[in-house]
Structure formats: C-alpha cells, structure tokens
C-alpha cells in the first residue's frame, strides 16, 4: 500500500536518525575495519563514518566485525556492527544472536534491528506483539526508525490496536527529527487524510523536507501530487 511505502524494510529502519541515545561503550575499544566498513551512518558510538544499510558489504565487514568482536568482546558497537552485517548477508538467526547481545548491553537500534526480525518472521518466530514492544522501547530512547514503525505498525494494527490517529503521532514525532521515511509517511497521511484532514499543502511540505534530502520515491510522490493539484485546479 501507499501508505507503508520506504517503512518496513532494513534499510528505511536502520538508516534512520537518533536523537537521544549516546550511552558510553563498555569498552572503549580503538576504531579498526569494522567500524569502517559495519558502523551504522547515525549511531552516535560509531568510530567511523559508517554506511547506509544498502551499502553495506557484507562480505568485507563480516571477518571484520568477527575478528572484532573476538578481541574486544564488551563493546557493544561491534556487537551491533556484526549483527548488521549478519543481517545484510541474510544470516538471520546469527544477526538475531548478535542484536540480542547488544540490546542487552544497552543498544536500542540493536533492539530495533531485532525487533524488525521479529516482524518479518527472520531468524525468530514471527511475533508481531514481541516487535511492537521492542520497536516502542527503541522508540521511548530515541530512535526515529523505531519511531517511524510504530507508526506503521498502528495503520496496519501489528502488534496494536488499528489507530490511524495514534499512527499519525508517531509519524509526526520521528519527522519532526528529520527522519525521511516518516517524512513520506506523514506526507501520505495528509494526501490520503489518514487519521488527519486531507490537506495537500501539509502532504507536498512533508514530502518537499524528505525530497531535500535526496530520498527519490519522495520526490516522486511529490512530482505526482502536483501533478495531482494542477488538475484539480483546472
């Protein structure tokens, strides 16, 4: 549906921005090739400039991030970088391994990394309850991509009661941080009047701040929606 477009893959989540947790490692471990090539673009341990999801190589980071976590095994960044390339190279049940070990050592976007497993089903059973509780909890210590899904989990009614409204609040708190997926979907919410009043100049704004930011299915719907209003104008 047009409504859940950009939300509910790997790479929408865990690109997303954080605007509240900078816990301190367990170790201060020296920045090494796994922080190059596993580190998380927005996490605010990371050591590196990181890389988008999409962009990871699996197949450079995971010995990387193997080898890190062997001789640094407290630190909590390398934890989470190893999940993340486990989870880029589709070896589910190992990322869920690793992201557990990092949530519990205090990672919220390892708790939202698995909590996207438990949603689709990836290396753990499918529970959609179980992903709802973790993705509010990233969300509760900041994480916008968490933030973003709980908002699609309230228009689709995964895991919590069908809330278009209560959707809406979600979308609007990770927007508000920049986030762009929920830039999107604030935006469709507004075109589509989905818990909100259709108002098409809040849904070109919405769509224009992810556009800006370089997000093209947003400047697609945006071209499409002027498309959409030069019609009616007529």
């Known amino acids: 549906m047009a409504r859940t477009i950009m939300a509910l893959t790997a790479a929408a989540l865990l690109l997303s921005a954080v605007n509240a947790f900078a816990e301190k490692d ?7 090739d796994c922080d190059i090539h596993g580190a998380n673009s927005v ?23 193997e080898e890190a976590t062997k001789q640094y095994p407290d630190t909590i960044r390398f934890a989470y970088q190893l999940a993340r390339a486990y989870h880029k ?12 070990k990092a949530m519990d050592k205090g990672s919220p976007f ?8 438990y949603l ?81 100049e809040q849904a070109a704004m919405w769509y224009r701040k992810a556009a800006d930011q370089g997000v093209n299915a947003a400047k697609k719907l945006l071209e499409d929606l002027e498309t959409k209003r030069k019609a009616q104008a007529k």
């Open 26 to 32: 367990a170790d201060d471990a020296p920045a090494n």
């Open 43 to 65: 996490d605010p341990q990371r050591k590196a400039p990181g890389v988008n999801f999409e962009e990871l190589n699996a197949a450079v980071a995971l010995p990387a991030c």
């Open 89 to 100: 190279a589709n070896r589910f049940k190992d990322a869920a391994a690793w992201y557990q």
């Open 110 to 117: 390892a708790e939202a990394g698995l909590a996207l497993l």
């Open 120 to 200: 689709y089903g990836q290396g753990v059973p499918q529970d959609y309850s179980k992903a709802a509780t973790m993705f509010r909890d990233a969300a509760d210590k900041g994480v916008l991509g968490a933030q973003n899904v709980m908002g699609i989990l309230y228009s689709n009614g995964w895991g919590v009661p069908r809330d278009e409204a209560q959707a809406l609040v979600w979308y609007r708190k990770a927007a508000e941080g920049n986030a762009p997926n929920a830039e999107i979907n604030l935006g469709i919410a507004y075109e589509n009047g989905l818990g909100v009043e259709k108002d098409l």
